[in-house]
């Protein structure tokens, strides 16, 4: 611990430049919540017609064709987690074109899908990135400048 702070130090103070370091800001992560008519969570598995958390797939939108999320070297990432043993489910958007909206499909069985697409607000050279409007199947459902800064969305199947 002492060396690490000693390299630190040492490697802050050789600096030739005066820009001050920072580090970047990545906010990217949409919260879901996903109910049935019954208002009972469609991941529940004690309740009938529910989705398999295992087996849902992201797709993201790259030059007009839609590719499944899935980082192999990055121990089989595949865009989405859920929280502990809670049914909210975390949404890591693949955001390449920085100019663009990206777009994604959550398909949640063989059956049953939806998109989404992201308005991403990016400034110091995309040192900062983060979401600032979400649009579920066309429909704006969430907006910074409008609802809680948690970017949390609530969906009826």
């Not at 007009?64 to 999320?69: I, P, R, V, W």
């Amino acid at each position: 611990y002492t060396l690490n702070c000693k390299c630190g130090i040492i490697v802050c103070s050789s600096c030739d430049s005066e820009e001050s370091l920072s580090s970047d800001w990545i906010d990217t992560v949409v919260r879901l919540t996903v109910k049935n008519s019954q208002s009972e969570s469609v991941f529940d598995s004690t309740i009938n017609e529910t989705f398999d958390k295992d087996k849902i797939k992201i797709f993201y939108l790259e030059n007009g064709e839609y590719k499944e999320y899935y980082f192999g070297n990055h121990g089989g990432y595949d865009g989405y987690s859920f929280e502990d043993e809670s049914n909210v489910m975390n949404l890591y958007p693949y955001i390449l074109d920085l100019g663009n909206i990206p777009e994604h499909i959550i398909q949640w069985n063989d059956q049953d899908s939806d998109t989404l697409k992201f308005e991403v607000d990016v400034q110091n050279n995309g040192g900062y990135v983060s979401i600032t409007k979400v649009w579920y199947n066309g429909n704006l459902a969430w907006d910074v400048a409008t609802d809680n800064e948690i970017r949390l969305i609530s969906v009826t199947k």
